[in-house]
C-alpha cells in the first residue's frame, strides 16, 4: 500500500529519541532544498540531553514539544513555527530564529549567546536567567515577554518592539535599542553601562532602582515613563522627550539635556548635580521641590534667574 504524504509526516512526528530527531533535522533540510524530504512536524515529543550541531529545523513546527539540556549549537529554526514548547536548560550557541514564531515558548536558562532572532514574533516567550550576549533582536516584535534575570550584554534590539514585556534584574552592559520602541515594559535591578536608547520610544515604561552609567537616550521619547531611584550618571538625553515622566530619587550627575522637552517633567527628589545644557525653560517647565539637588548643586525647588541650572563641576 502506498504512503501517502500525511502519513509520511504523522511518522515524521513521531520519534523515539536523540537519532530520530537527527534525522527529522536531515530530511526537513532536504525538503528545504526541493531536493525531497518533508516538512517537520514534531507534536507532543519530549527529547533530552541530545548532542548535535547544524540542525536545519527551518520553516518545521514544533507543538507542545520539550527539548531539555540538549547541545544544539549552530542549529537553523529560521521561520519556524513553535507553539507551547520547553527549551529550558539547553544551549543554543549561535542558533538561528530568524523569522520565527513563538507562542509560549520557555527559554528559562537556556545557553544561547550569539543567538539570532531577526524578526522573530515572540508571544509569552520567556527568556528568564537565559545567557544572550551578543545576540540580535533587530526588528523583532514581542509581547508579554519575559528576560527577568536574563544576560543580554552587547545585545541588539535595533527597531525591535516589545511590549507589556519584564528586562527587570538584566544585565544590559553596552546593549543596543537604537530606535527600539518599548510600551508598558518593566526595567527594574537592571544593570549595565552604555546602554544605548537612541530615538527609542520608551512609552508609560517603569526604569526602577537601576544603574545605568552613561546612557544614551538621544532624541529618544520617555512620554509618561518612570524612571525612579536609579543611577544615570553622564546619561545622553540631548533632544529627549521626557515631558510628564518621572525621575524622583534618581541620580543624573553630568547628564546633558541640550534641547530636551521637559513640560511637566518631574524632577522632585532628582540629583542634577553637575547636569549639563539645561535652561531655565527647561527647568521652569519642570517639576522641582526641596529634595531636588539642582545643576548648582544647591536644594531648589528651581526658581527662574537664580543661576541653578548652570553646571557645579568638580
Given amino acids: 500500500m502506498n504512503e501517502t504524504a500525511a502519513d509520511h509526516e504523522r511518522q515524521l512526528a513521531a520519534p523515539a529519541g536523540p537519532l530520530e530527531l537527527i534525522a527529522v533535522a536531515h530530511v526537513n533540510d532536504l525538503w528545504l532544498k526541493g531536493e525531497g524530504g518533508q516538512r517537520a512536524h514534531l507534536s507532543a515529543h519530549t527529547f533530552s540531553h541530545v548532542a548535535a550541531s547544524q540542525l536545519h529545523f527551518g520553516k518545521a513546527r514544533f507543538q507542545g514539544c520539550a527539548l531539555l539540556s540538549c547541545e544544539l549549537e549552530n542549529s537553523n529554526f529560521e521561520e519556524a513555527e513553535l507553539d507551547h514548547c520547553?527549551?529550558?536548560?539547553?544551549?543554543?550557541?549561535?542558533?538561528?530564529?530568524?523569522?520565527?514564531?513563538?507562542?509560549?515558548?520557555?527559554?528559562?536558562?537556556?545557553?544561547?549567546?550569539?543567538?539570532?532572532?531577526?524578526?522573530?514574533?515572540?508571544?509569552?516567550?520567556?527568556?528568564?536567567?537565559?545567557?544572550?550576549?551578543?545576540?540580535?533582536?533587530?526588528?523583532?516584535?514581542?509581547?508579554?515577554?519575559?528576560?527577568?534575570?536574563?544576560?543580554?550584554?552587547?545585545?541588539?534590539?535595533?527597531?525591535?518592539?516589545?511590549?507589556?514585556?519584564?528586562?527587570?534584574?538584566?544585565?544590559?552592559?553596552?546593549?543596543?535599542?537604537?530606535?527600539?520602541?518599548?510600551?508598558?515594559?518593566?526595567?527594574?535591578?537592571?544593570?549595565?553601562?552604555?546602554?544605548?536608547?537612541?530615538?527609542?520610544?520608551?512609552?508609560?515604561?517603569?526604569?526602577?532602582?537601576?544603574?545605568?552609567?552613561?546612557?544614551?537616550?538621544?532624541?529618544?521619547d520617555l512620554t509618561a515613563t518612570q524612571l525612579v531611584n536609579s543611577v544615570l550618571a553622564e546619561a545622553d538625553f540631548r533632544e529627549a522627550n521626557l515631558s510628564g515622566a518621572r525621575f524622583g530619587r534618581t541620580c543624573f550627575e553630568k547628564a546633558r539635556f541640550g534641547g530636551a522637552k521637559m513640560f511637566a517633567a518631574d524632577l522632585r527628589g532628582a540629583d542634577l548635580t553637575s547636569a549639563r545644557e539645561l535652561t531655565q525653560e527647561q527647568l521652569s517647565q519642570a517639576l522641582t521641590d526641596t529634595n531636588t539637588i539642582l545643576p548648582n548643586g544647591k536644594p531648589g525647588p528651581y526658581i527662574r534667574f537664580s543661576g541653578a541650572e548652570k553646571p557645579l563641576f568638580r
Fill in 86 to 220: 520547553d527549551f529550558s536548560g539547553t544551549s543554543l550557541t549561535e542558533a538561528d530564529f530568524t523569522g520565527a514564531s513563538m507562542v509560549d515558548v520557555d527559554f528559562a536558562r537556556v545557553w544561547m549567546p550569539r543567538a539570532c532572532f531577526i524578526e522573530a514574533v515572540l508571544t509569552r516567550v520567556s527568556l528568564k536567567r537565559a545567557t544572550l550576549d551578543d545576540s540580535r533582536f533587530h526588528d523583532a516584535r514581542g509581547i508579554e515577554c519575559s528576560f527577568y534575570g536574563a544576560r543580554l550584554n552587547n545585545a541588539h534590539f535595533h527597531h525591535s518592539s516589545f511590549s507589556a514585556s519584564d528586562f527587570s534584574s538584566t544585565e544590559l552592559e553596552s546593549a543596543q535599542f537604537y530606535d527600539a520602541g518599548l510600551l508598558q515594559c518593566q526595567v527594574r535591578n537592571a544593570e549595565g553601562a552604555r546602554v544605548n536608547f537612541t530615538g527609542a520610544k520608551l512609552r508609560s515604561c517603569e526604569i526602577v532602582s537601576s544603574e545605568l552609567p552613561f546612557a544614551r537616550f538621544h532624541h529618544a
